[in-house]
């Protein structure tokens, strides 16, 4: 934890970088692309769809695509500083997802994350999406 950050600062960049995760899961059931984009560094990369907040809607358009309803659940979310505007996570969620094959499934994920301060604001730099368990849901 960096000691350039008073215990007051490093409590509210916490909280911050929570919200984010959380920012980003309502983006993301809520389809919202524009939020899902400004939720990044500016010059983040997407694989083959390129860099930035155009590459961003592209990625998660084609994502989001191959998925009905989702509602996902973030909990566990733990912060450690690296400096003032540097961070990084681990996050669980529990997803509720409609997958267009299983049917209604259930996720465990667990998310490796970066944050960077960007212009005053906790962006994220980088997920890490890594599936612990999932099952299908019985009617």
């Not at 980003?24 to 984009?37: E, M, S």
């Not at 983040?44 to 592209?58: I, L, P, Q, T």
């Not at 259930?106 to 099952?135: A, C, M, N, P």
């Amino acid at each position: 934890m960096s000691e350039a950050m008073s215990a007051i600062e490093r409590v509210v960049a916490s909280e911050e970088i929570r919200r984010l995760a959380y920012r980003y899961a309502d983006a993301l059931d809520r389809r919202d692309l524009d939020q899902l984009a400004s939720l990044y560094r500016p010059d983040a990369r997407f694989g083959e769809h390129g860099e930035g907040a155009d590459a961003c809607r592209s990625f998660f358009r084609e994502s989001l695509s191959e998925i009905g309803i989702s509602v996902l659940l973030v909990a566990n979310h733990l912060v450690e500083f690296d400096d003032a505007d540097n961070a990084t996570g681990t996050v669980w969620t529990h997803g509720f997802i409609d997958d267009h094959t299983e049917g209604f499934i259930q996720q465990l994920i667990k998310y490796d994350d970066r944050y960077v301060r960007v212009d005053g604001e906790w962006r994220f730099t980088r997920l890490r999406h890594f599936l612990w368990v999932g099952w299908k849901h019985d009617e």
